[in-house]
């Protein structure tokens, strides 16, 4: 690691990071008037892109994903800019399914100091804050390399909620909304109502807008906001709608799902049989299904899209840690489930899909989660259990509480290890060739 790599990375993780603080913010607290003087001080990067938005609970970074995937394959240089990341913070930045580089890193980062040492000065006279935070300053960087790159498209994921978003200064081609459920209620509110019309916040007047919210309540919410913002709306169950065949046995070998779509759209009745995935479950199947609605819905204005690329990018996608199958005998499969929605649909997929003997569970979360639910969901699929935390994030939950948690759920057998390492190998030591971990 170079020191100007170093450096780079040093910079960006001193500023105010949301999501690792014992405490985020929304509301009045967060505004977007900055990220806005940031991009104009950057020459409004994200205004020279086509970019397609993404918000929702859970499914927008595999959506995005399989958009990128399919654009790509078609022949568009297709930036993706989604977070969190999984190892390194240029995993952020991808571009045609390679992340940005060391050294783009170290040059785009160079390119935001002088800035950002300005409107620190700036906001330290007028009102005692600090300026730009590091979601801020990732979501530029992004716009800023996809520029300098040349991509024809960017496929942006939003990162909390969407109205107060910091990827939410751009105008785009196409907005996703992929599903409502209940995730950062603080922030964003405890009814399914109130979450949908914050995620509904990138809705821009005129613009398209696929919608994979079924639920009655927030679907209407979601409705609401696209009849006053005159935004066409593409609706999942309306004008598309999809049948999901499962893999089986996938812990005996490489096997892949396979979707059934219907499109209702522009006056026509559109299918697509046998559609094969790069990703496991049927909440990947409805993703998919809302990646095969916007790539049409791009296709009608004017993209060249050829079938046999949108297939191939769908099959090809990969996306770390959903559902991802890292090993075998035993069989590792990483999932970065974190609510109670994408626990159950993780739970689903692990049930159709894989024939273990045994199951071993290695669990961490963080604070502000319904950690009892999320629990109680997985506890009954597994005969063992690890739980552990994170390392380097200060919202991670104790160990020693989840292991109260689960024993007041459950009386499946309940280990503690202090860190992620120690969890690891413990599951090593305990599970069979013909195992699950």
């Not at 780079?8 to 990071?17: E, N, Q």
């Not at 005692?128 to 992004?142: H, K």
């Not at 991802?324 to 609510?339: F, I, K, Y």
Request: charged share 25%.
């Amino acid at each position: 690691m170079s020191d100007a790599y170093q450096a780079a990375l040093s910079f960006l993780y001193g500023r105010i990071d949301y999501e690792r603080a014992l405490a985020m913010p929304y509301g009045s607290e967060l505004k977007l008037d900055r990220m806005r003087e940031l991009l104009a001080r950057l020459g409004n990067p994200q205004d020279r892109l086509p970019i397609v938005h993404v918000a929702g609970t859970k499914g927008k970074g595999s959506t995005s994903a399989m958009i990128a995937a399919a654009l790509s394959a078609a022949g568009y240089t297709t930036g993706l800019y989604t977070s969190p990341h999984l190892d390194r913070l240029e995993e952020r930045f991808m571009i045609d399914g390679r992340a940005c580089t060391a050294d783009e890193l170290v040059r785009l980062t160079d390119q935001l100091r002088p800035v950002v040492a300005e409107m620190d000065r700036e906001a330290c006279l007028t009102n005692g804050d600090t300026g730009p935070t590091y979601f801020e300053l990732t979501t530029a960087l992004a716009w800023l390399h996809f520029v300098e790159r040349g991509v024809d498209a960017a496929v942006a994921e939003v990162g909390l909620g969407g109205r107060l978003d910091s990827t939410n200064v751009c105008w785009p081609r196409l907005t996703i909304i992929t599903s409502i459920s209940f995730d950062h209620m603080k922030q964003l509110g405890n009814t399914l109502e109130a979450i949908a019309r914050e995620k509904a916040g990138i809705v821009k007047p005129g613009v398209p807008v696929i919608s994979g919210v079924t639920v009655e309540r927030p679907r209407c919410e979601i409705e609401l906001v696209c009849q006053q913002s005159d935004a066409p709306r593409v609706q999942l169950g309306r004008d598309f709608d999809f049948a999901y065949h499962p893999a089986r046995r996938v812990d005996e070998g490489p096997i892949w799902p396979t979707i059934d779509f219907v499109s209702h759209t522009a006056g026509r009745e559109q299918y697509r049989r046998g559609v094969a995935l790069g990703l496991l479950g049927s909440h990947q199947a409805a993703n998919a299904a809302l990646a095969l609605a916007s790539l049409d819905q791009l296709a009608l204005q004017g993209w060249s899209l050829p079938e046999t690329a949108i297939r191939r990018g769908l099959a090809e996608v990969r996306w770390p840690a959903r559902v991802e199958v890292v090993g075998r005998r035993p069989t590792l499969v990483l999932d970065a489930a974190h609510n109670v929605a994408s626990i159950a649909a993780l739970v689903q997929t692990l049930r159709e899909s894989f024939s273990a003997r045994e199951r071993l569970l290695v669990f961490a979360t963080t604070q502000e989660k319904q950690v009892a639910q999320m629990l109680g969901l997985l506890l009954p699929d597994f005969d063992r259990v690890i739980l552990t935390r994170y390392q380097n994030n200060p919202r991670g939950v104790p160990p020693g509480e989840l292991a109260a948690l689960a024993r007041g759920i459950s009386e499946v057998p309940v280990q503690v290890c202090a860190d992620p390492w120690a969890a690891w190998q413990a599951a090593r030591e305990q599970a069979g060739e013909e195992d699950l971990v």
